[in-house]
């Protein structure tokens, strides 16, 4: 190998010179490098003499050179290494110098998918259902009996039921909607037509009354008895006929009586409500099945965010409400809709139009007329899968102000037996 020596006038531009063509300016450059180094000891001399003449200068010697490249990668070994410190540090550093400390994405709030609100239900995973009460109450039974492996979710109202669904919190609300003795829940249909969930199950759940009291008391001691108002006029004979001379008080929900007195300690007061209340609240049973009649069944509807599919290879029932401008002479029509094509209904109730109640018709020579303004609702036996209940809607369209379908579903075909006890 040659050494560099002085009489080569060696200089940065004779190492990287660039050829370029006046008539090829926008061609890529051509750096050409030679090689300065040869072997034969002519030129030792005159290194040596180059040593004197240009010391201190990079490349002045083979020695000077190669150290220079020594320090050169170390600059570079060190600067690789102040990056990677300031990665660790979550700072960030640009040509070895550190800038503005950045916010590291991984603390960064994520935005929310549905997936995070709600996962939906894979098969056989569990789903939570609301139902209005507290663990115990019948609406409870119904969510168990509606989805066995179910995680039932007590609410306190109705109202939070509804928005427990519509919030992604649940997947699936009970809803009594009437009774085979106290008839409808006037209430909960008004929240059928607020809300915008839809029906897509029923269950019909025999109701078996208890009278419960705290451990020890006895009949003779009570003056008063709770429950709800449902439970109370359905055992209004029996209670009677128990000789019980007692003040009768409408609470919530039949289970949170049982609650309130197990809470508060009252040996003077027995609540109506189910046997696995007794069992819940530590509460004995005083007396057995004591509803007026055994055959006391209350309707229970499942609501869900999205409608069911509806199919024509089981029983199925069409849930409906409907208006009309000029009141309830278009009634009859409605009702010819689906008498003509032979279809069952099962359920018809009227709520007042709470946005219009009274409507007016005036007359000079008469006067002025105030009619009622209602709404009614209609369960009918078919599928909307089936040609005639789509015919059926399609006319009752003509002759309706409003019409909207609350679902369809698969009815509950459970074998029935009256209460036990009786």
């Known amino acids: 190998m040659q050494s560099l020596s002085a009489s080569s006038s060696i200089t940065l531009k004779s190492l990287t010179r660039k050829t370029r063509s006046p008539t090829q300016s926008h061609q890529p450059s051509r750096i050409v490098v030679k090689s300065l180094f040869r072997n034969d000891s002519a030129n030792a001399s005159a290194s040596a003499s180059a040593n004197a003449n240009f010391s201190g200068v990079v490349g002045s010697s ?3 050179w190669q150290s220079s490249c020594a320090i050169l990668a170390s600059k570079v070994v060190s600067q690789q290494q102040n990056t990677e410190k300031s990665k660790d540090n979550s700072v960030a550093a640009v040509n070895g110098h550190p800038t503005l400390d950045l916010v590291p994405i991984d603390s960064l709030p994520k935005p929310l998918t549905i997936a995070d609100l709600s996962p939906a239900p894979m098969h056989g995973a569990e789903l939570r259902v609301a139902y209005q009460g507290v663990p115990g109450a019948y609406s409870e039974a119904a969510a168990g009996k509606a989805y066995p492996s179910c995680e039932a979710i007590p609410c306190d109202q109705f109202e939070v039921a509804f928005q427990s669904v519509e919030l992604w919190i649940a997947d699936r609300a009970v809803l009594p909607v009437e009774n085979s003795l106290g008839g409808s829940i006037h209430r909960n249909y008004d929240l059928l037509l607020r809300h915008r969930l839809h029906i897509v199950g029923e269950v019909q759940l025999p109701v078996h009354h208890c009278l419960l009291a705290l451990p020890g008391v006895r009949k003779e001691y009570l003056t008063r008895v709770i429950s709800h108002p449902q439970a109370l006029a359905q055992c209004e004979h029996t209670l009677t006929k128990l000789g019980l001379n007692v003040a ?5 929900d039949t289970a949170g009586a049982a609650e309130y007195i197990a809470t508060n300690n009252l040996r003077d007061t027995a609540a109506i409500a189910s046997a696995r ?3 819940l609240y530590g509460m004995q049973i005083l007396a057995d ?3 007026d009649d055994s055959s006391n069944v209350t309707r229970f509807v499942m609501l869900a965010r999205e409608p069911i599919i509806p199919r024509t290879d ?10 009309h401008d000029k009141g309830t002479s278009v009634l009859f029509k409605v009702l010819s809709a689906f008498a003509f094509r032979n279809i069952s209904l099962t359920k018809i109730e009227s709520r007042p139009h709470r946005n219009r109640p009274i409507r007016v018709v005036g007359d000079e020579n008469v006067g002025t007329a105030k009619h009622f303004e209602y709404l009614f609702y209609v369960d009918f036996e078919a599928s909307m899968a089936e040609v005639r209940a789509q015919n059926a809607l399609a006319e ?7 019409l909207r379908v609350l679902g369809s579903y698969p009815m509950d075909m459970t074998p029935w037996s009256p209460s036990r006890g009786d």
């Open 62 to 64: 083979r020695a000077d």
């Open 248 to 252: 009768r008080e409408a609470v919530d």
């Open 277 to 279: 209340a007794a069992e």
């Open 289 to 291: 099945g004591i509803q």
């Open 314 to 323: 089981r029983p199925f029932k069409t849930s409906i409400v409907f208006a």
């Open 396 to 402: 009752v369209q003509e002759f309706t102000s409003f």
